[in-house]
Structure formats: C-alpha cells, structure tokens
C-alpha cells in the first residue's frame, strides 16, 4: 500500500450517466493529481490541486470536473461522458517543496463508457 | 510546456542481458527525473530517481544517467530478470504554472525473456 485509495477499482457508466471518481491519501502530502491512462496516452495529466487550490487544468473537457475538499480528498465528476473516456484513471499525491518529488499513485479506476 | 520522448517503445531481452531505457525533455528548467515501473494490472511506483546536479545514480542493478547539456536521461538495468518484465516510464518535473508537475514519456514494455 503506498497510502494512496482509489474507488471504485471498476466502474462502468452509460453515456448519460453521472459518477463520480475518490481519491484519498494517509501521507500528509499537499498536492494531489488526476491522470488518465489509455493506450494512445500512456499517462495524461489532467488536474493539479495544491493546498487544495486547482493550479492546473490540462485542458480537460468540462465533463470532467475535479473537486477537492481538503488536502487529503479528491474527487473526479464524471457527466455525459464519451466512449473514448474509457480509461484507467489514476490519483497521486506528492509533498511539493518546489522542486519536485515522487509521486505516489493509487491503484486506480477502470473506467468504461457504454 | 514540458515533452518528454521516450525510446524505444518496446524492448525485449533474455535473462541476464542489461536492458537501456532513453528519454529526452524539452524545457531545460526542469531538474528532477523519476523513473517509474508499472506491472501488468498495477499501480506505477518509483524505481529511481535524479536531480539535475548530480550525473549519474545507482541503486543495486539500476541506474540512471542524465546529460543536462543534451537534455537526456537513460535507465540502465543489469544483469535483468523475468520479474524486471514491465512497463518502464520516465518523467521530467518542470514547472507548470505555480506548480511543479510531472510529464511521463509514452512507455517501454520491457519484456526479460528466461
């Protein structure tokens, strides 16, 4: 266990559906992190939270829509998604000094769209 | 942004061969370069890691070199083994926006023959 949880570890949503995506981390860290895994883009970012302030959105379709309620808490709301979403979607955490350090990820969510 | 090109995409070795993983990066403020390991079905870990004021790290039958100069950095394992099987990413941390963040390479399947 790196301290990070993803759930649910499968998820399988229709076109009109909504889900959502949770994220939690035990490691005290201040910065947390949305990537999407598919085959075309082996790991795509797509949100940044630091201090649980968004500081970087990846150019993410509005169906995808992050919140974070708290350092250890992220979640990703999933709406109207396409079939082409369909993806392993995975959360980080690192402890940011400004200079960059490991990422540790959860296990992640396999996504389909139907 | 930060683009970060990993080569080959595939590479296959027998058992006890040294197998050598290349990634390039693009913006030259980047300075820490982790490389990950995933496992079929799991969760990417570090394996290694190298900050851009030293020039080379070993940890056991890994290492990792990096030419700030070229803007290159290489994964060396040796004396490989059927578990070493996996897909290898590499990762260059710059900064984006008021973040620093993480941009992967595509991958290398690396796959140790016995």
């Known amino acids: 266990e790196t301290g990070v949880t993803q759930t649910p570890r499968h998820l399988v949503m229709g076109m009109t559906n909504k889900k959502s995506l949770k994220c939690e981390q035990h490691l005290g860290h201040n910065a947390m992190y949305w990537y999407k895994q598919s085959a075309k883009k082996p790991l795509e970012l797509m949100f940044v939270y630091n201090f649980k302030e968004q500081t970087e959105n990846n150019s993410v379709p509005s169906r995808f829509s992050p919140e974070c309620p708290n350092s250890s808490h992220l979640f990703l709301h999933l709406h109207t998604l396409q079939p082409e979403d369909s993806a392993l979607y995975l959360c980080?955490?690192?402890?940011?000094?400004?200079?960059?350090?490991?990422?540790?990820f959860g296990q992640g969510t396999r996504l389909t769209v139907v | 942004g930060e683009n970060v090109e990993q080569h080959p995409s595939t590479l296959s070795v027998q058992e006890g061969d040294s197998a050598v993983i290349k990634c390039t990066y693009s913006d030259s403020a980047s300075n820490y370069f982790p490389w990950y390991k995933q496992e079929l079905g799991k969760r990417p870990q570090l394996i290694i890691d190298i900050r851009s004021n030293v020039g080379e790290k070993k940890d056991q039958r890994i290492a990792v070199t990096l030419n700030k100069t070229a803007k290159h950095f290489s994964l060396h394992i040796t004396e490989t083994q059927p578990e070493d099987s996996a897909v290898y990413f590499c990762?260059?941390?710059?900064?984006?926006?008021?973040?620093?963040?993480?941009?992967f390479g595509k991958g290398t399947l690396l796959t140790v023959n016995p």
């Open positions: 990762a260059a941390s710059g900064r984006g926006g008021s973040n620093y963040k993480l941009t």
């Open positions: 980080a955490s690192s402890q940011e000094t400004g200079g960059g350090t490991e990422a540790f």
